[in-house]
């Protein structure tokens, strides 16, 4: 199972983008990215995942790179409502097996 | 929306006590789960079950046990609760499929065991 490594934490101003790295350099071919965040005392909530080419939807955009080996979550206009724990998972297709690194602790600062 | 629901905010039990923590989902997903988020540990996975009366294994089974006899049901169960079992306990349930599966989570129960 490919494991992911995230900078522990992060700032970013308001209004700002916000810009979140993520390395998978093992990742396989069938493996998707996932992007999950946690705002205190909550559940993860899904924003994003992708398996070769980058993705975007009402919240966040994911970029990967083309040899799969990172990634990056781009809240393109942070607000504060945007500060959270953000993890990056890898999953292979057809399996249950979603592996939570320690995530991203993302503030973001009026 | 998925709607996850965990029975409890917050539980305080002793040591040795038999505790029941409840999960009901209300979109119809094969798949449920069971994690417990520690400080500086991120998620494990303790649980998983694909179906009624399905279970398997996640990383960290050792103390817990669970049911699910109904589809939109999940429970874990602490035989004989520890004071290293007190933790965040995360639901989560989803849709199999290849491509669009995703977690949705519940949002937690926090368990102190005294």
Redesign the interface.
């Known amino acids: 199972d490919a494991k992911t490594t995230q900078p522990p934490s992060m700032d970013c101003a308001e209004g700002r983008a916000a810009n979140l790295p993520c390395n998978h350099s093992t990742i396989s071919g069938n493996e998707y990215v996932?992007w999950?965040r946690q705002i205190h005392?909550?559940?993860?909530?899904?924003i994003i995942?992708g398996?070769k080419n980058n993705e975007t939807n009402e919240m966040a955009s994911l970029i990967i790179t083309e040899d799969r080996k990172s990634s990056t979550l781009i809240l393109p206009h942070a607000t504060l409502r945007d500060t959270a724990v953000y993890?990056c998972i890898v999953?292979a297709?057809?399996t249950?097996?979603?592996i939570?690194?320690?995530?991203t602790r993302l503030k973001v600062l009026a | 929306d998925v709607k996850?629901t965990q029975s409890s905010r917050y539980l305080v039990k002793r040591t040795g006590e038999k505790v029941f923590l409840e999960c009901v989902q209300d979109m119809d997903h094969e798949?449920m789960?069971w994690?417990r988020q520690d400080p500086?540990?991120?998620?494990?996975?303790i649980y998983?079950s694909?179906d009624v009366k399905m279970k398997?294994k996640g990383d960290i089974p050792e103390g817990y046990s669970v049911s699910r006899e109904k589809k939109e049901r999940f429970s874990l169960i602490l035989e004989s609760a520890s004071t290293n079992q007190t933790s965040m306990y995360?639901c989560?349930s989803?849709l199999w499929g290849?491509?669009n599966?995703?977690?949705?989570?519940?949002?937690?129960t926090q368990l102190s065991v005294l």
Do not use: C, M, W
């Open positions: 996932y999950y005392s909550q559940g993860p909530q899904y995942h398996l993890y999953r297709g057809g249950y097996k979603y939570f690194g320690t995530g | 996850v798949n789960f994690y500086g540990l991120g998620l494990r996975l998983f694909y398997e995360l989560a989803s290849q491509t599966e995703k977690l949705f989570f519940g949002s937690g």
